[in-house]
């Protein structure tokens, strides 16, 4: 063997080794990448958990101040806090009628030519829990799509 050949045999094996090294450090980092991309989907996930938990959470709450309102039109709230809120509802009701009121007075003046509409989307209090049969009566009967 000639110094050539084993100078030729020596820079192939150091190039070997330098490709072995970055095809080990290439596959370590697509792994590590691999594993965040992992992580990252299980955190979304759980966040959407957390998303559709908080809704649930919200609407239990809705459905609760129904119930509780509905129970202080019956006279059967005693509760201080929940009291209050109920007639905090109930005078906002009061300033509801009168607003109302004050519309249809607005109409009558109008003159004939004059067509003024009132667009509410929900017109009837929340005094008591429907079934869902007349929830469904209510809807169909309202002109409201929902």
Do not use: A, M, N, Q
């Given at each position: 063997m000639n110094s050539s050949d084993t100078s030729?045999?020596?820079l192939w094996g150091q190039i070997k080794e330098v490709l072995y090294e970055f095809f080990q450090g290439?596959?370590?980092r697509v792994?590590?990448?691999a594993e965040t991309i992992d992580r990252q989907a299980t955190i979304q996930k759980l966040a959407a958990r957390i998303r559709l938990l908080r809704r649930q959470r919200h609407q239990l709450l809705l459905t609760m101040g129904k119930k509780a309102y509905s129970l202080?039109?019956?006279?059967?709230?005693r509760n201080r806090d929940?009291?209050?809120d109920c007639l905090h509802i109930d005078e906002i009701e009061a300033d509801i009628k009168q607003v109302r009121a004050q519309v249809e007075e607005t109409r009558r003046e109008a003159g004939p030519g004059e067509e003024l509409v009132l667009d509410l989307e929900d017109e009837t209090p929340v005094t008591e829990e429907e079934s869902p049969g007349e929830q469904n009566a209510v809807e169909e009967n309202s002109g409201?799509?929902?």
């Open positions: 030729t045999d020596s290439s596959r370590k792994s590590g990448l202080h039109t019956r006279g059967k709230v929940i009291l209050g409201y799509e929902r």
